[in-house]
């Protein structure tokens, strides 16, 4: 088990720029999570993965942003055209799949957009 | 729709003394409940949680959490504090008959004083 990894830490872009995230899961797990986190907020859902199918996306998911998990493995999360709203913690989560399991989370990625 | 409120963004107090950080949850459904705990520089991880049976649930580092239906309360309480849990923490709550999403509140963060 080498936990959730997310790539790369750190982010600093221009706006209208476009950047890509990635998400390493534990390789058993069924389920992925991105989730956004601002200062003093908790994270905030933003889609979420059950192998390879896309089940849910919330409504702060505008149309720039798409996600993506190929073969039900690893996951990228895209922004175009980012705006300076978009700077925030970006937490990639897995889990086993039943519900009531924790999810195990990354250490997340930082955009931060100028 | 599932909610959840962390009333208090920050609770300062002294090592040993005894701390309450409150959690209340908005839902029609039956829940699972969750606290996360994320320490400086680290990711969140899952402090205890809440399926059914016994209302009061422990974490192996003394904190303790009770479920309280009528009041859709979950507050966490350690009757002694150290300095090693000035922390963030997180209150989750993932609503039943649907997709089991967590969602999270904003957090309380823990400051303990020597």
């Known amino acids: 088990d080498t936990g959730v990894s997310q790539d790369p830490r750190h982010k600093i872009t221009k706006r209208g720029q476009n950047v890509t995230f990635r998400c390493d899961p534990i390789?058993?797990?069924?389920?992925l999570y991105w989730y956004r986190q601002t200062l003093g907020q908790g994270p905030e859902f933003l889609t979420y993965f059950q192998n390879e199918a896309q089940l849910e996306k919330s409504r702060l998911l505008s149309d720039r942003f798409s996600a993506e998990r190929p073969k039900g493995s690893f996951s990228t999360l895209e922004i175009q055209r980012t705006e300076q709203g978009d700077s925030a913690m970006y937490l990639c989560a897995s889990s086993p799949g039943q519900p009531s399991e924790k999810l195990f989370f990354g250490s997340g990625t930082q955009l931060s957009v100028l | 729709a599932q909610s959840v409120t962390q009333l208090d963004s920050q609770v300062p107090v002294f090592e040993e003394a005894p701390v309450e950080l409150r959690c209340n949850y908005s839902s029609s459904v039956s829940v699972y409940l969750f606290w996360y705990v994320q320490y400086p520089n680290q990711g969140l991880q899952l402090l205890l949680k809440y399926l059914s049976g016994s209302t009061l649930v422990e974490s192996i580092n003394g904190f303790e959490a009770e479920f309280n239906k009528s009041q859709t309360s979950f507050h966490l309480r350690k009757p002694s504090v150290h300095i090693s849990d000035t922390a963030e923490y997180f209150c989750?709550?993932?609503?039943?008959?649907?997709?089991?999403?967590?969602?999270f509140g904003r957090g309380t963060s823990l400051i303990v004083h020597p």
């Open positions: 989750a709550v993932s609503e039943g008959g649907g997709s089991y999403i967590p969602t």
């Open positions: 390789s058993e797990h069924n389920r």
